[in-house]
């Protein structure tokens, strides 16, 4: 799903939920309407603008009239409506930032379709896709990584048990830890393994640490799905996302020196994924020029495009 057929279909939520407050609204009103005509049909003339107004029909010397029930029904009713008029006026408002992003990004994609040349949108295209493979074996580095980790941290315990007379009841008859799942290794507990294993770095807050320095945010965030599909769609949409946000950048520095751009066809995707060349526009022509890095044992491909206007 694409992030305006997303903004669209909680858009759409958004619009039921209004819907949904309105009719409840309707139906508590004539719910009113109807209490109050049973009353008016007795000569009860109930003021619904003003609950105090209506306190000489509920109470008369001190006690309860005959109409105090039909009164509080009525009373009650209007606080339905009250409390229901709330909630649709927090389902407008909720409605209307709905709309307000829906715009936004109409606008960005009618810009890209319509403001940015082909050759401009293929270079990002080639490093969205390049970024996506990057991350895919990153993860799988990643995963193999934490593994490794956990192996280490586990023989820590195992061979601490195995020397330590403390934990002799841990041990069968042939002197090998009983229990050496997982699970087990974990919850056992004393100062000298918490020791042993911050002193390897393997401790709680230091594996956290490590993880968070080889994979890095988008990595421990695709860690986060337990669903492949989900994990696979998170890092599309988040690439989709960038890829825009940098095409716009990149053509809003490209305008702020030759204006509106006339002529891209002197641009070229290079072999190393880089832009280069000259684009014409209508307050004169500019030089981009490309500057990438990257690589599966570095980093994710990143770069950047300067633009220099051309006298």
């Known amino acids: 799903m694409s992030k305006v057929e997303e903004l669209k279909s909680k858009m759409e939520k958004a619009e039921e939920k209004v819907e949904k407050c309105k009719k409840t609204i309707e139906r508590h009103r004539k719910g009113l309407d109807k209490k109050v005509s049973a009353l008016a049909k007795k000569g009860i003339n109930v003021d619904i603008t003003d609950k105090d107004a209506n306190i000489s029909l509920k109470y008369a010397d001190g006690k309860s009239t005959e109409h105090y029930s039909d009164i509080y029904d009525i009373e009650r009713k209007q606080d339905d409506i009250k409390g229901a008029t709330k909630k649709l006026i927090d389902a407008e408002i909720v409605l209307n930032n709905w709309k307000k992003k829906l715009e936004a990004e109409l606008e960005k994609d009618n810009f890209i379709n319509n403001g940015i040349p082909q050759v401009i949108k293929d270079f990002m295209e080639e490093w969205k896709s390049s970024a996506y493979d990057w991350h895919i074996k990153k993860y799988e580095a990643y995963i193999e990584f934490k593994a490794r980790l956990t192996e280490e941290k586990l023989q820590i315990i195992i061979d601490c048990i195995k020397t330590n007379e403390k934990y002799s009841h841990l041990l069968n008859e042939e002197g090998e830890v009983k229990d050496t799942s997982e699970y087990a290794l974990i919850n056992t507990r004393s100062r000298e393994i918490e020791n042993l294993l911050k002193e390897k770095q393997l401790d ?9 320095n080889f994979g890095g945010q988008a990595i421990l965030k695709m860690d986060e799905f337990y669903n492949t599909k989900e994990r696979l769609e998170w890092l599309e949409k988040t690439l989709e996302r960038e890829e825009k946000n940098k095409l716009i950048d990149l053509i809003n520095r490209i305008n702020g020196v030759v204006g509106t751009i006339t002529d891209a066809s002197q641009l070229r995707v290079s072999t190393k994924g880089n832009l280069d060349g000259i684009i014409i526009g209508t307050d004169g ?27």
């Open 204 to 212: 709680y807050k230091s594996i956290q640490s490590r993880k968070a």
């Open 285 to 311: 022509k500019a030089k981009v020029e490309t500057v990438g890095a990257g690589g599966y044992n570095i980093q994710c491909f990143h770069f950047r495009t300067l633009v220099h206007e051309v006298k």
